[in-house]
């Protein structure tokens, strides 16, 4: 079978080898990698397989595939890439759709104190995350998890039901419509990372936790950088005493 895989980071290599083992023709689009993420393009080249950092298009695509995966691909896929796979494109996104939409579902969902998470398989449309849902799953969020804690809980979890969705949208099903409130939240670092002083303890060690996931910056207190619940009334207690 002709496939296409648009991915990235651990998820999108472990979509890749699942592809490999069923001796699946492949394609895969990516991202160029920084050193700290586990790097797709790197796999392809280990496994000679052909792959591109351009966006997908009609102009690059090396052949009219039989399925489309999305496995954290950053660009959006346009209608012309849609219909050339008969629609046949799904994704997989960390969230229960329609809730959470967009790229900062995970770090949302702990500052808003979901106790809950999950992800969905859905198929690609024209909308953000709009698609016919192919196959969902609740999952906790822990009083302790982080953004990166969480991201990697839902991407281990979901590449077990990999295949689950990729047959379904072979066999024809065509999954169903979100219901249910929508929520969008973009690619945007939610108050800049910075904490502020008039929120409550139990928001600031929310957002601590939603913004952990090093290297990337974490969150900030008056120019310091806030690792922990513990850093934050440090620097609290600092500033107390240099108002003195």
């Known amino acids: 079978m002709k496939v296409i895989l648009c991915g990235y980071h ?3 290599c472990e979509a890749l080898i699942k592809l490999l083992e069923k001796n699946h023709d492949v394609f895969v689009y990516t991202h160029e990698t920084p050193n700290h993420i586990p790097s797709l393009s790197d796999l392809c080249i280990k496994n000679k397989i052909p792959f591109s950092f351009e966006n997908i298009s009609n102009s690059t ?10 496995i954290y691909y950053k660009f959006i896929i346009k209608k012309n890439i849609i219909e050339a796979c008969n629609r046949n494109i799904f994704n997989v996104h960390p969230s229960l759709l329609p809730k959470y939409r967009g790229c900062g579902s995970i770090t949302w969902a702990i500052i808003n104190n979901e106790t809950s998470f999950g992800f969905t398989y859905h198929y ?3 909308g953000c995350d709009t698609g016919n849902i192919i196959y969902q799953k609740e999952l906790p969020i822990r ?3 982080t953004q990166l804690s ?3 809980r839902a991407m281990f979890e979901s590449m077990n039901y990999f295949y689950d969705a990729f047959d379904k949208v072979i066999l024809g099903d065509l ?4 219901i249910g409130e929508a929520s969008y939240y973009p690619r945007k670092t939610p108050y800049e990372g910075l904490i502020d002083e008039t929120w409550n303890n139990d928001f600031v060690e929310r957002f601590i ?3 952990y996931y090093p290297p990337m910056a974490p969150a900030k207190f008056k120019g310091l950088d806030i690792f922990t619940f513990q ?3 440090s620097a609290v207690d600092k500033f107390d005493l240099a108002r003195i």
Do not use: K
Not at 61 to 70: A, G, L, N, R
């Open 209 to 211: 936790r939603a913004m």
């Open 124 to 126: 690609i449309d024209e």
């Open 143 to 145: 009083s302790w998890d």
């Open 150 to 152: 969480l991201y990697y």
């Open 175 to 178: 999954g169903t419509r979100q």
């Open 61 to 70: 695509i090396p052949f009219v595939p039989d399925i489309i995966c999305s």
């Open 10 to 12: 651990w998820a999108g």
């Open 231 to 233: 850093d934050y009334l």
